[in-house]
């Protein structure tokens, strides 16, 4: 367990409108992941962090951005969400010996 | 590049029957692979790990796995399932690209536990 919060845990949303989820580590852990997880494709990618104010894209960065500006948080932000951006959203940190631990999701409707 | 392949999206057990889930990959270089596990509604648990050292790897939940290169493959097994183990599980290979070590995921394998 690698003391991962996510918020919100869960969200409505309308198109176009800006959504901002939080990520939450209290280990102090320098890099942390976004993910988003769809049926038939597993887990993807979006961005990730290696440091404050570190961070790059992932497989599906497009329409999404981030930012680091302390070690224990990461934000992911949709600038104008679209219905293709419904999904749960997976936040994850590395531990001990290069294992990634997840956070417990956050799940998106975009109406 | 790297990819990840779970031949069977869905498999059925009985309850004390033995499982076995298939997981190929593609990678160039010596691969990290990892398997997860997640239950409905929650985040991924991690089940277990291989880096380097003996093919064969215990995890948690009396689960293992061996690694076998000339295969591509790191299959999780279990000797007997208890209707507990039914979630999805992911294999995922682990990759240095850009600064960081990444994850890349197969497309889950659900499990069903019949009693």
């Known amino acids: 367990d690698a003391g991962i919060t996510q918020s919100p845990r869960h969200k409505v949303t309308e198109t176009g409108t800006p959504v901002t989820l939080r990520c939450h580590q209290t280990?102090?852990?320098?890099?942390m992941y976004w993910y988003r997880q769809d049926p038939g494709h597993g887990l993807r990618l979006i961005h990730y962090s290696y440091g404050v104010k570190d961070t790059d894209k992932g497989e599906v960065s497009d329409g999404y951005s981030v930012s680091r500006s302390k070690t224990e948080d990461f934000l992911l932000t949709l600038e104008s969400a679209t219905s293709s951006q419904t999904s749960v959203y997976f936040c994850?940190?590395?531990?001990?010996?290069?294992?990634?631990?997840f956070g417990p999701g956050t799940r998106l409707l975009v109406l | 590049a790297q990819s990840v392949t779970q031949p069977d999206i869905h498999i059925t057990v009985s309850e004390g029957a033995s499982l076995e889930l298939r997981c190929n990959y593609s990678y160039g270089a010596t691969p990290y692979l990892f398997w997860y596990v997640q239950s409905p509604g929650q985040g991924l648990q991690l089940l277990l790990k291989y880096f380097s050292g003996d093919t064969l790897v215990q995890g948690i939940k009396g689960f293992e796995a061996e690694f076998k290169r000339s295969q591509s493959s790191f299959n999780l097994r279990k000797p007997s399932v208890h209707w507990s183990d039914a979630a999805e599980y992911f294999c995922?290979?682990?990759?240095?690209?850009?600064?960081?070590?990444?994850?890349?995921f197969g497309s889950g394998t659900q499990l069903t536990v019949l009693p």
């Open positions: 280990e102090n852990h320098r890099y």
């Open positions: 994850a940190t590395v531990g001990g010996g290069e294992t990634q631990y």
């Open positions: 995922a290979v682990g990759h240095l690209s850009g600064s960081a070590r990444q994850l890349t």
